[in-house]
């Protein structure tokens, strides 16, 4: 597709424009899993008019230059795509996010904290916990890859001559293999295999600053704060989606703290031997970087707790010398730290394991802990604003937050798990990963159980309901011949549909029984020092047989886990296809700022809002026509989030169309702080007019369910689906059911997309003056003081 020409008056001083023309403007915004530009204008000519291969808007090639032939456009809109899907499933490198999605889900539980009146001081302590459950998640991981690089290979595998005989590329860090060469002393092969995780702290590092320069580093409008500011919705305010200063200074948190972790494994074992059988200065040395250990910590500590995100304003600063030389500061400390674990100590020998129990153990029982002071303080916010929407009554962020620490405890033990197996076979020479990773597979089956049962319990409702839609399915098309099978699959369809809204029900039970299985586990691995199966002899046959066969489950279960995590890993790199279908989970969990992990994949609206924001508001500017903002899926997420970032003369000159929207069905009720009943309300009344259009097939999209007389202004009554029961004249072939797509199709969609444009600017406006304010005696947008509210249309 070749690029048009940017149009002349989208440069410059936007007070400096032409007279308004009144030609009207349509801003397609596609949803998850992405669309082309054909496809979204319904011509296979487009063209590019701003933007570049990552995310931009197009036009067909007809109307490229719309601006210099506005006579030909009175009578329809003109339409333009914004096509952002490359931002979440573009090149290969996507596929690396994978890794990433403990990091992506615990920020979720950042943005889903209750709505609350006061209670500032609350509020923030309820991100600092978020934060810190993030910090922790970047020490499992790290932890993780010491234990397999460090103890399992190092120390175990190249100590034992039957497990350094089968793998011969360890032969030269074996004391047997190689006859006690340089390499072979445990030090020495510890701080080789510590360079490992080292590379992956620096790794994490290397993508969350590419994707900062990429993402966080587009700056939105600049504009002065409202008067009301500390009143707005917050996905309102100036700095909302530039959150550079924060993800700048997290990452430098975490990098820190991914290098004290490798600082803290390698010095910890050869302090050990040292405060026993090594020399004095060795001694004291160990101790020093103890303590300086001890203090890059509580500093790594004090940044992530310092301070949050800075909304009201956009922060331009960057903490330049704490972003430089903390991450320096700790990768220089681990430099010591190898050079001191290096040294020669001739009679240091490496049996067993490392102590491996104690800070796996004391990792989960924080994350544990700090899950249960957020759901404390969730739990107080949710008092003061109580909402029955809400999803799980205000718990949902402490529920993620758990599941977060669960995904990354699984992430992190089935790699230990598989390693040790690959490493030791059937030979049993090895000690194995600390006992708490095996106790925590062993639960999988418990927790596997449980959900199975869940799913059993939703599949009884769906069919109990296919009754109660068979009878609405009937009723809806009186006169119709019968079909008894297309009724079914309509009614099944809507039952089906339902399901998303039992989302909250089953994330409160599998967190529940995600908190109990762990501490049932962290209760056991510490009680007994060994795996369940070990623990259980001696023991009564039934309860034997019990852990013997959650322990085998287990491990099976978390290394077939692993593998299919690799293999889908693995064809997302080479399959655009297979990328996509990753792109779709993507689009969901990463539309949030990262304001909890700086790791997580990068926050696409940060680039697609401002994108947005400034097209309406060039084209507001320098025409003064109408503007019909629409928004399908995800995309009326995005549409509405880049509406509220108007001035506030340029939002009272945009009409919102949203179908198959979760605003308020997902939105609304996981992240009621910035989406609630108020949230919404205060879009409603702020834009010209709003209509939103659902289906009761679609599993996605709901009503806005908008409080008082204002729900029925906004939700247009439920669109049928199929189109036809049967064969008719228009539909002499069966229509089939659409559920969240294709709502073009329907004939409501041009009814209201109509009827919003001649609700916000039936005539040509009023000229502007020069400064760029309303004439005198109208309203801003060209609407002429005193006319009517907003109309049910």
């Known amino acids: 597709m070749e690029r048009a020409r940017e149009n002349e008056g989208e440069s410059g001083d936007f007070a400096e424009r032409s007279a ?111 934060r810190l459950v993030g910090l922790t998640l970047t020490v499992l991981l790290v932890a993780a890859a010491c234990e397999v690089a460090l103890d399992l290979v190092a120390w175990q595998c ?120 090594g020399s004095v200065q060795l001694e004291v040395l160990g101790w020093l970087l103890h303590l300086l250990f001890l203090g890059g910590a509580v500093l790594v500590v004090w940044v992530v707790c310092r301070r949050g995100r800075s909304e009201k304003r956009l922060d331009k600063d960057l903490d330049g010398a704490l972003v430089r030389w903390l991450p320096a500061g700790a990768l220089a400390l681990l430099t010591l730290t190898m050079v001191y674990a290096a040294w020669s100590r001739p009679g240091w020998r490496s049996s067993g394991r490392l102590p491996g ?93 449980v959900l199975l049962l869940l799913v059993g319990m939703s599949a009884r409702r769906v069919r109990l309901l296919c009754r109660t839609e068979a009878v609405a399915v009937d009723l809806d098309h009186p006169g119709e011949p019968k079909d008894t099978a297309r009724t079914l699959r309509i009614a099944r369809t809507r039952a089906m549909a339902t399901l998303t809204d039992q989302a909250p029900l089953v994330v409160a039970v599998t967190s529940a029984m995600t908190l109990l299985l762990g501490a049932v586990a962290l209760a056991g691995a510490f009680a007994t020092d060994d795996t369940p199966e070990g623990a259980a002899r001696g023991t009564a046959p039934f309860v034997r047989g019990v852990a013997e066969t959650s322990q085998a489950l287990g491990s099976w279960l978390i290394g077939i886990g692993f593998l299919l995590f690799v293999t889908w890993g693995r064809r997302a790199y080479k399959d655009a296809s297979a990328r996509r279908t990753i792109g779709i989970l993507w689009d969901v969990g990463t539309f949030w700022p990262r304001a909890a992990h700086p790791f997580a994949p990068p926050c696409y609206a940060e680039r697609a809002v401002p994108d947005l924001t400034w097209r309406m508001a060039t084209w507001t500017s320098s025409t003064g026509g109408r503007l019909v903002l629409s ?34 069905r997902l939105y609304g009720r996981w992240f009621p702080a910035y989406f609630g009943p108020a949230a919404l309300s205060s879009l409603h009344r702020e834009v010209d ?105």
């Open 357 to 449: 129990d104690a800070p796996f153990g004391a990792l989960t029982l924080a994350q544990g802990l700090l899950v249960i002071a957020l759901a404390v303080v969730a739990h107080v916010l949710y008092r003061t604003h109580p909402d029955t929407r809400t999803a799980m009554r205000g718990l949902a962020g402490p529920a993620v937050a758990l599941l977060a620490c669960a995904l990354g405890g699984v992430m992190s033990g089935g790699v230990a798990l598989r390693v040790a197996d690959w490493l030791d076979g059937t030979s049993h020479a090895l000690a194995g990963p600390p006992a708490l990773l095996t106790w925590q597979a062993s639960t999988i089956p418990a927790l596997l159980l």
């Open 631 to 664: 928004g399908h899926s995800q995309g009326s997420v995005l549409a509405a989030a880049a509406a509220w970032q108007l001035e506030p003369a340029a939002r009272r000159q945009v009409a919102l169309l949203t179908y198959g929207s979760p605003l308020e």
């Open 20 to 130: 308004p023309t009144g030609a009207a403007l349509e801003l397609l915004v596609h949803g998850v899993g992405g669309t082309t530009p054909e496809e979204m204008l319904g011509d296979p000519r487009t063209v590019r008019i701003t933007g570049d291969e990552t995310a931009a808007v197009y036009r067909r090639a007809d109307d490229a230059d719309a601006e210099r032939r506005f006579g030909e456009h009175r009578d329809r809109p003109v339409p333009e795509a914004y096509v952002w899907c490359n931002l979440t499933s573009g090149n290969a490198a996507r596929a690396l996010w994978l890794l990433l999605l403990p990091f992506m889900v615990a920020g979720l539980a950042h943005w889903m904290r209750p709505t609350t009146v006061g209670r500032r001081r609350t509020i923030r302590l309820y991100g600092v916990i978020v």
């Open 158 to 277: 190249a100590g034992t001559r039957a497990c350094a005989g089968r793998h011969t590329w360890l032969g030269f860090l074996s004391p047997a293999v190689s006859g006690h060469g340089w390499w072979s002393g445990p030090g020495r092969r510890l701080a080789l295999a510590s360079l490992i995780p080292t590379a992956l702290t620096g790794l994490l590092w290397y993508l969350s600053h590419r994707t900062w320069s990429a993402y966080e580093s587009q700056q939105p409008i600049a504009r002065d704060p409202e008067p009301d500011e500390d009143h707005r919705v917050p996905l309102g305010r100036p700095g909302f989606w530039y959150g550079r200063r924060l993800v700048a200074r997290l990452r430098a948190a975490h990098t820190a703290a991914g290098f004290l972790t490798v600082t803290a494994a390698l010095g910890g074992s050869a302090a050990r031997y040292d405060r026993r059988h």
């Open 689 to 793: 007019c709003w209509r939103n259009l659902y289906r009761l097939t679609d599993p996605i999209g709901g009503p806005i369910r908008l409080p008082g007389d204002c729900g029925p202004q906004v939700d247009h009554p439920p669109l049928k689906d199929p189109l036809a029961y049967g064969r008719t004249r228009e539909h002499p072939l069966p229509a089939p059911i659409l559920g969240h797509g294709d709502y073009q199709a329907d004939p409501a969609f041009a009814e209201e997309r109509e009827r919003l444009l001649a609700r916000l600017g039936p005539g040509l406006p009023a000229p502007r003056p020069a400064n760029g304010s309303s004439a005198p005696g109208a309203e801003p947008g060209g609407r002429a003081q005193g006319s009517s509210g907003r109309s049910s249309g």
